[in-house]
């Protein structure tokens, strides 16, 4: 779990659901203080989304605790190849 500074009082909230391709997702919910990671995640899912350079890393995304990841998540399916001319 890690809490997103919006500006000076603000937070969104999201959570690392895999650690291939550093895949999370962002929460519907934005707060001035730090709820209960319960709260956070009864929440909607805003966004989910793969990234190659999580900001938690460089400490401009806070961590702030461990949640179960969801079991139910319908990760994007990508097309990998096409077929060949022939």
């Known amino acids: 779990m890690f809490a997103i500074p919006l500006n000076e009082t ?3 909230y999201g959570q690392i659901v895999t650690t291939y391709k550093d895949c999370f997702l962002i929460f519907d919910f934005v707060t001035d203080d730090h709820p209960a990671i319960d709260d956070i995640i009864n ?3 805003l966004l ?3 990234s190659v350079d999580v900001k938690i890393t460089h400490s401009e995304w806070l961590r702030n605790g461990n949640a179960p990841v969801f ?3 319908n990760f994007p399916i990508y097309k990998i190849q ?3 001319a022939g």
Do not use: H, R
Request: charged residues 5%.
């Open 48 to 50: 989910l989304a793969f």
């Open 71 to 73: 079991n139910n998540i």
């Open 82 to 84: 096409t077929p060949m």
């Open 10 to 12: 603000s937070y969104g």
């Open 43 to 45: 929440k909607p899912i």
